[in-house]
Structure formats: C-alpha cells, structure tokens
C-alpha cells in the first residue's frame, strides 16, 4: 500500500506554530501574508482563510524566513518592504530600517517649511521654491516621505554609504520621486560648496560606540548606528557644517537618542542658532532637536573721521 502523502497544516495551524516557537503573533502574521503574495494590510484575509491548507513549497520558505526573525533579523530585510509616512520602501541590510519615530522629523520639517501667509507670502506663492537637504538619507526614507508631501520642494540626499544610496535611488525611481542624490560624508560633499538651504535634516548615527544596546543590532549598518565615545561625533561635525549652507531664517533638524535632547540643544546654541527645541516622538521622549539659522549682521559702525 503506498504511504500517503502528508497533509498540509492549515493556515491557522501554522500560525499557531509560528507562535509556539516564539515568533510575535503580528511577526507571524506578515510572514505568512509574505510568502502567500498577499499585501501586509490584509491580516483579515487569514481569518477568512484560515482553513485553508499551505502549500508545502510555501512552508519551506516560511520556515527559513522564521528561522532568520528569531535571531533577530529585521523583519522588513525578510520581507523587502517597510512603510513610512504613507510609502512603501524596499529596503534591506545595505540600510537602517526606518523607524515609526522618525515621522516626527519629517512633520516637523513639514511645519517650518509651510511659510507664514503674510500678504508677501501670498503673492510669492506660485513662484518661491524651497530646498531641503537630508545627511544620511539610507533609503531615502525622509527625503521621499517630504517630496511626496510637497512636491514642488527641491530635495537633495547625501549618504557616505553608495550601497544605501542604491536603495534611495530605486526607492525613488519606483515611487516616480525626484530627488538629487549625492555620495560623501555629511555636509562637505555638496558638489555646490554655495549652496544653500531652508532646511536641513538628519537621523545620522547617535548612539555611543560601547553602548550594549548595539548587541541588539548586529543585522543592521554599524556605521549608520555607532558615533564615537559619546554618540554625538556626527551631530557635532553636522551642527558644525550647517550655517554654511543654510540660508537666514533656515532650520536645522535633527534626530538623536532618547537622552540627548539637552546635548544637542546645547550645540546647537553653542553654533550660533536660535529657538533651539525639541519634539517629543511617539512614546513622549524628546527625540529630534533643532535651530533657526541666524545670519550674522554686518558690522556698521562708523569709523571716525
């Protein structure tokens, strides 16, 4: 009598496995819409589908994909994508993953670029352009996020990495964004050493280069998460840099670790800009801090005759 061939668990079966394995219920979920070819928004569909068998060529993926999440790999290098600000990215390990926090970067940077409607503000309306520049774009997360909430806004991306700034560009062209793209490090590898800006933002590396909490992030860039002895080498050096390519009145933004406000703040004022602040990110911890860039005022005292 021929054995008979073994019975697919059903779809409800293997998310309760998944589960039993120590895999996040929410974890399981994507995984399994992922190797079904279903979008990660129609977690409803399981439960409609849930009797329904896997097949076992899909179980062999699953079960890789399984493995790699419970050592700690991202789950959006698993699937390729991740959402951020209403756009779906393809990302993978050549870049940081893009966190739901640094939405905060991108609204305020959305608020200090709307000008003020002054009679002048509205007769320039059809005609003025700002620019906006992104340090450490990686997948071009906030650069893109910004362009497709203000189209008519210039934006230029630089990134030291050209394996992230491979990622930026294809996420670009997929989401019929246009940016400018530039590769060096921070501010000095502007082609244009003129150019100016009114704003200028970053989510560059801030954490200390012996913090334990980087055990936790193996499977991401080192050098998009570690910053010298105390996390701020790279906030020093960009705080340094931006006067020179910010037009008057222009913003810098940036973001930075949970107990760094106050550090960056002080840099900041120490820099020469003004109305230094921060903003608070989704769990109410002060996350991005910022300035207004003040041109120095011509020196017009007279000298005796």
Not at 72 to 77: F, M, N, R
Not at 100 to 109: F, G, I, K, R, S
Not at 248 to 264: F, S
């Amino acid at each position: 009598m021929p054995i008979p061939e073994p019975v697919p668990q059903t779809l409800a079966n293997v998310l309760t496995t998944l589960q039993t394995s120590g895999l996040e219920r929410l974890d399981a979920q994507l995984l399994l819409l992922h190797v079904l070819g279903q979008s990660p928004k129609q977690r409803g569909w399981l439960l409609a589908h849930d009797t329904d068998p896997l097949p076992p060529e899909r179980a062999a993926v699953l079960a890789t994909l399984a493995e790699r999440r419970l050592k700690g790999e991202p789950l959006a290098y698993l699937t390729g994508h991740k959402e951020f600000f209403g756009l779906d990215l393809q990302v993978d390990a050549r870049v940081l993953v893009p966190r739901p926090d640094t939405e905060t970067l991108v609204n305020w940077a959305l608020e200090v670029l709307k000008p003020p409607m002054t009679v002048n503000a509205v007769a320039t309306a059809h005609t003025a352009t700002q620019s906006l520049l992104d340090l450490g774009t990686g997948s071009g997360a906030i650069a893109l996020a910004l362009k497709a909430n203000q189209p008519k806004l210039q934006v230029h991306a630089i990134d030291v990495s050209p394996d992230a700034l491979t990622v930026a560009q294809a996420n670009a062209r997929r989401l019929q964004l246009d940016v400018t793209f530039n590769q060096g490090a921070w501010l000095a590898s502007l082609n244009d050493p003129v150019l100016t800006f009114d704003c200028i933002v970053s989510n560059p590396p801030y954490i200390a280069a012996h913090d334990p909490h980087l055990s936790a992030l193996t499977h991401e860039p080192l050098q998009a998460l570690a910053s010298g002895a105390d996390g701020l080498d790279d906030l020093r050096q960009i705080i340094t840099q931006a006067p020179a390519h910010l037009k008057p009145g222009g913003w810098l933004l940036l973001e930075h670790g949970y107990d760094q406000a106050q550090a960056v703040r002080d840099l900041l004022t120490s820099a020469g800009f003004v109305h230094a602040q921060s903003r608070q990110d989704l769990a109410g911890i002060e996350r991005c801090s910022g300035g207004q860039y003040q041109a120095p005022q011509p020196d017009i005292r007279r000298t005796r005759p």
